[in-house]
């Protein structure tokens, strides 16, 4: 398969789990029904802003189905959701925007 042996690959899995459940349990357990500080508050608002970017842009720099080469059509969905994106100030209509023009290009350029 990959070196691993079917017994190391489940001590991974079950490590990976258990420290998953291990963060998740820092914030909901211990904090449970208590209000959270509003500095703490104000930090986590920024969180899907910081996210979605670092998930979209390699996608975006180094697409897979050319290889890992630059291409315009990429990097014009991309302007487009980010202008529909910085113009609404929605994060659906961006969305939408983006996939909408994939689906364009895609028709157009067969």
Same mark, same amino acid.
């Given at each position: 398969?990959?070196?691993?042996? &079917?017994?190391?690959?489940?001590?991974?899995?079950?490590?990976?789990?258990?420290?998953?459940?291990?963060?998740?349990?820092?914030?909901?357990?211990?904090?449970?029904?208590?209000?959270? &500080?509003?500095?703490?508050?104000?930090?986590?608002?920024?969180?899907?802003?910081?996210?979605?970017p670092a998930l979209v842009a390699p996608?975006?720099?180094?697409?897979? &189905?050319?290889?890992?080469?630059?291409?315009? &059509?990429?990097?014009?969905?991309?302007?487009?959701?980010?202008?529909?994106?910085?113009?609404?100030?929605?994060?659906?209509?961006?969305?939408?925007?983006?996939?909408?023009?994939?689906?364009?290009?895609?028709?157009?350029?067969?």
């Amino acid at each position: 398969m990959n070196g691993f042996t &079917p017994l190391s690959l489940w001590i991974i899995i079950i490590g990976l789990a258990l420290g998953s459940f291990g963060l998740r349990f820092a914030f909901i357990g211990f904090m449970g029904g208590r209000a959270m &500080p509003a500095w703490l508050m104000r930090h986590l608002r920024y969180t899907a802003v910081a996210i979605i970017p670092a998930l979209v842009a390699p996608l975006v720099i180094w697409p897979a &189905p050319t290889g890992g080469e630059t291409s315009l &059509p990429h990097l014009a969905v991309a302007a487009l959701t980010f202008a529909v994106g910085y113009l609404t100030r929605n994060v659906l209509w961006a969305l939408l925007a983006g996939a909408g023009g994939f689906l364009a290009l895609f028709f157009l350029a067969g």
